[in-house]
């Protein structure tokens, strides 16, 4: 047995009807490689049974590690904390719904050996997604890639393996996190990907609404491009352009005594709607950017542990 150790980070958040089958499956898997490894749940201020669930897990089994949130900070913010807190030698992070099957973590492995940093699950096929996600989510990367300076690879989720040198470039940035497939790409290093198809949920709903999967996207779209700040000149400069012509025509209109300008009322209402929409538009993305600067300025932590739980072997040995 290679005394390399892999942590996986599992975030969870109300999963109590799949967090034991995903136990049992990463289990199954890490079983099998030649490596020890540590299961790190990060419980993200679950509202269900997962916290007890887990706990009942971590006493039986010494490689499940518990790192439970004082309240729900979300997926991205569960993730950081997991990868701040593993100790291995490598680190996997996989959903707890076990959309990502595990055994691709062999083929993960098996790259890292290869000697790549960074291995990341690049999705073939979606099962069990309603054609809206679907269509969002692939209509998101495409539009992600045209909007941002740094290379995020299209159809990847937050499945991947990180060398803990990635790791620990990671654990170094201030920067709040919260699109982590982002900072990840923009870390660098030797990075590679393994294929494969995603399932559908083995159980439960999902946790991410539109709601949530709008602030997400403005995330990834606003902490990665300074694109949208380009645009807000380019349609200032547009509209510049269209005044000046209007400007022209409705001059020479008064003064060869046109009828138009008797009607006016059309064209008056139009320009009024039109550019306070884009002024309107301009100010909300002007007030994207100042809410993230604010938000960093705060410098509040991303996520709060309440507790983190272990229970070391000797100490089963004790209990029974
Ligand atoms: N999750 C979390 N905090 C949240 C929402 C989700 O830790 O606020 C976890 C959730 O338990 C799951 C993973 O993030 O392990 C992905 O969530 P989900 O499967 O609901 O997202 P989807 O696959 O539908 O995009
Ligand atoms: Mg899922």
Redo the contacts with the bound molecule.
């Keep these: 047995m290679d005394d390399k150790c892999i942590s996986v980070v ?6 109590e009807e799949v967090i034991r089958q995903c136990y049992k499956a990463l289990t199954d898997v890490m079983k099998c490689t030649n490596y020890t490894y540590e299961l790190l749940f ?1 419980n ?3 509202k269900d049974r997962t916290i007890s669930i887990l706990d009942e897990l971590a006493r039986q089994d010494a490689h499940v590690r518990i790192v439970n949130f004082a309240r ?4 991205q ?3 950081t904390a997991g990868i701040n807190q593993a100790r291995g030698d490598c680190v996997v992070i996989i ?3 076990l ?1 990502d099957p595990p055994e691709v973590i062999h083929d993960m492995v098996e790259k890292w050996e290869e000697g790549y940093e960074v291995v990341y699950g690049k999705r073939r096929k979606r099962k069990g ?1 309603t054609l809206f ?1 679907l269509a969002s989510a692939s209509l998101f990367y495409r539009f992600l890639q045209r909007m941002s300076d740094t290379h995020i690879p299209r159809d990847t ?1 937050d499945f991947r393996l990180i060398d803990h040198k990635v790791a620990h470039v990671f654990n170094r940035l201030t920067e709040r996190n919260k699109f982590i497939r982002g900072i990840i790409s923009w870390i660098g290093f030797n990075q590679t990907y393994v294929e494969y198809d995603r399932n559908e ?1 083995a159980a ?5 609404p539109l709601r ?2 709008i602030a997400f996207a403005s995330d990834g779209i606003f902490s990665f491009s300074s694109k949208p700040l380009k645009l807000i000149t380019r349609m200032g400069l547009l509209t510049v352009v269209i005044a000046f012509c209007v400007l022209v025509y409705s001059l020479s209109a008064k003064l060869l005594h046109l009828p138009e300008v008797e009607r006016g009322w059309t064209s008056i209402m139009t320009a009024i709607t039109l550019f306070s929409g884009v002024q309107m538009l301009s100010l909300g993305i002007m007030g994207e950017y100042i809410a993230r600067i604010y938000d960093e300025s705060k410098n509040r932590p991303q996520y709060i542990i309440k507790e983190t739980i272990h229970y070391p072997q000797e100490e089963l040995h004790i209990q029974e």
């Design positions: 599992v975030p969870a958040y109300n999963e990060v993200d201020g679950s729900n900070f979300g997926h913010a569960a993730v959903d707890a719904d959309q997604e996600k989720g949920r439960g709903q999902t946790k991410y949530k999967m």
